[in-house]
């Protein structure tokens, strides 16, 4: 059996023209680009349609209805022809925009995947290549580089979620340092977070008091931890102040939770609050007041035996 081998020819042998002479084929035969594309059929290719003072290469349609714009560039991938992608996307309201390209750019791959995971659209970013075997006629050869996945979808609104997160915390973190600056001046150098947590010196080396906040409940500790290789010392130093526990938490009013956290570097005294955390926003100032009183309560009580 002979078997041929693949050449590679130059594009501009094979379309001299990108507008002219790709683009007028492309138009002629999108069926060959459509073949590439999973459960999508294209139809109706309209070439050099009107978009403000733009012109897309082709408009077409996809089952639906929906426009599919098609931006072709018989070079290395750049900005101009990305920002014109985006631009006949937007303006023709379309629900699939192609790019076409001989090279694409890694930061324009990267671009293409971060706008699949972040916009409602799918777009595709395919590289196309003149072959022949052989004698043969010259055949184009589209190779899809990024498409849009229901992974990639996931991963978008995943991203979104955890962007809400962070400015929902930031937000609680705002308003509770602000009024616990009326109260004490614990935390009055503290900004506020996207994390979960916000933390100050407790006036030695290792020892932080720290706010920290879940979706539906909250906590202030004294958080223990002088660095690695340190489990030992962080072990020494809570045993030495749990030895003054029922003094400690005669003086805080309540039973705290006191932690060794033996599979871990770290120890911890903490009292926890179950009236709601960061989802809970209705319940804010009494959060914050409660949180702000416990932490002003438990400064006090720890801080003789800390000195």
Not at 92 to 112: D, G, L, M, Q
Not at 220 to 234: F, M, P, R, T
Not at 257 to 268: F, G, H, Q, T, V
Request: proline residues 3%; hydrophobic residues 35%; aromatic residues 8%.
């Amino acid at each position: 059996m002979n078997i041929g081998s693949i050449e590679r020819l130059p594009l501009r042998d094979i379309w001299q023209h990108e507008a002219h002479d790709f683009t007028t084929w492309l138009e002629d035969n999108i069926e060959v680009l459509s073949n590439e594309l999973d459960d999508i059929s294209l139809s109706n290719p309209e070439s050099e349609k009107s978009a403000g003072d733009f012109s897309v290469d082709i408009v077409g349609e996809d089952e639906n209805g929906n426009f599919v714009v098609i931006e072709n560039q018989l070079g290395k991938s750049d900005h101009d022809h990305l920002g014109k992608l985006l631009t006949y996307l937007t303006a023709f309201e379309a629900k699939i925009a192609i790019w076409i390209v001989s090279e694409a750019r890694p930061e324009h791959i990267s671009t293409i995947t971060w706008l699949n995971e972040s916009s409602s659209a799918d777009l595709y970013l395919f590289k196309i290549e003149a072959i022949r075997i052989g004698d043969s006629a010259p055949a184009p050869l589209f190779t899809m580089i990024v498409g849009p996945s229901e992974e990639s979808k996931a991963v978008g609104r995943k991203k979104k979620e955890m962007a809400e997160r962070h400015k929902i915390r930031k937000n609680f973190w705002e308003q509770l340092l602000d009024k616990a600056k009326e109260k004490t001046s614990l935390f009055s150098s503290i900004s506020p977070s996207t994390s979960n947590w916000i933390a100050t010196g407790a006036g030695k080396t290792g020892l932080r008091y720290k706010y920290t906040i879940t979706q539906h409940a909250a906590e202030v500790k004294l958080y223990i931890d002088k660095g690695k290789n340190s489990h030992e010392e962080n072990y020494q130093i809570f045993q030495k102040l749990k030895s003054h526990k029922k003094e400690i938490e005669d003086k805080f009013g309540e039973e705290l939770n006191w932690e060794s956290l033996e599979e871990k570097r770290a120890c911890r005294i903490s009292k926890r609050i179950e009236l709601g955390g960061y989802k809970d926003e209705e319940k804010w100032d009494i959060i914050h007041d409660r949180l702000i009183d416990f932490m002003i309560k438990l400064e006090k009580s720890l801080s003789p035996y800390i000195s």
